[in-house]
């Protein structure tokens, strides 16, 4: 089956404390990319990338980093969380850059205390 | 850079009526996808109907439809015979067609969506 998958769904964690999201997409998709979503805000990307090692900011980059060394997988790393980064986030990925096609994963609820 | 706009925060009908959800869109480019994704209680992101701009057609998908209007930048969303399962959340969602446009990002630039409600 032809799917994105997020790790872990549900996180509780405090300010500070390293961790890091999985994302990976089975589909030998090209582009994959981070959203966050927040109420009120709708979704924003935070990161992209359109193959391997290539990687480039979103519009709200700030406190995230990510890696594309496979082309499944794409981790968004959180170095210092802080309270202000929860929120819901979102991987998706898509065959090719600007595709008419695009998959999402089912969502990973962050709460930074 | 795109924005889209979804002014109706909240809306309410009452189950097996027909309900329009407004977005509105602006941008420069003339090749483009315009999407609607729901968002149930669950937080999954569902594909509900897309439209590509070059397409006149408006897109149908069973008792969803859309109204795009291209020169209006307008691309409403109509639910016909609303059902209890289309309570949720509502995203309009823009995507340019064209390569590194937008400042590269290449991705979806979402509204802030509508709740819809549906009335038993």
């Known amino acids: 089956e032809a799917q994105v998958t997020q790790n872990p769904r549900y996180l509780i964690t405090v300010t500070g404390k390293k961790l890091t999201v999985t994302c990976s997409q089975n589909?030998?998709?090209?582009?994959m990319s981070w959203y966050r979503q927040d109420p009120g805000l709708g979704l924003r990307q935070i990161y992209y990338?359109?193959?391997?090692?290539?990687?480039d900011k979103g519009d709200v980059p700030e406190g995230y980093k990510v890696s594309r060394k496979e082309k499944r997988n794409f981790p968004l790393i959180l170095e210092s969380p802080s309270p202000n980064q929860t929120s819901l986030y979102f991987c998706?990925?898509?065959?090719?850059?600007?595709?008419?096609?695009?998959?999402f994963g089912p969502g990973t609820r962050l709460t930074v205390t | 850079a795109q924005t889209v706009t979804q002014s109706q925060p909240e809306m309410s009908v009452q189950e097996a009526e027909t309900v329009t959800l407004s977005c509105t869109y602006d941008?420069?480019?003339?090749?483009?996808?315009l999407f609607w994704y729901k968002q149930p209680p669950s937080r999954q992101m569902i594909l509900v109907i897309r439209q590509e701009a070059y397409k006149q057609q408006n897109a149908t998908e069973n008792r969803f439809s859309v109204n795009f209007q291209k020169a209006a930048k307008s691309f409403s969303l109509k639910i016909s015979d609303s059902q209890l399962g289309d309570a949720a959340m509502y995203f309009c969602?823009?995507?340019?067609?064209?390569?590194?446009?937008?400042?590269?990002?290449?991705?979806?630039?979402f509204g802030k969506g509508t709740h819809l409600i549906i009335q038993p």
């Open positions: 969602a823009y995507r340019s067609d064209t390569e590194n446009s937008g400042g590269g990002a290449d991705g979806l630039t």
């Open positions: 941008t420069s480019e003339s090749d483009y996808y």
């Open positions: 589909m030998n998709h090209e582009y």
């Open positions: 998706a990925s898509s065959p090719r850059p600007n595709s008419y096609e695009q998959y």
């Open positions: 990338s359109m193959n391997v090692e290539v990687t």
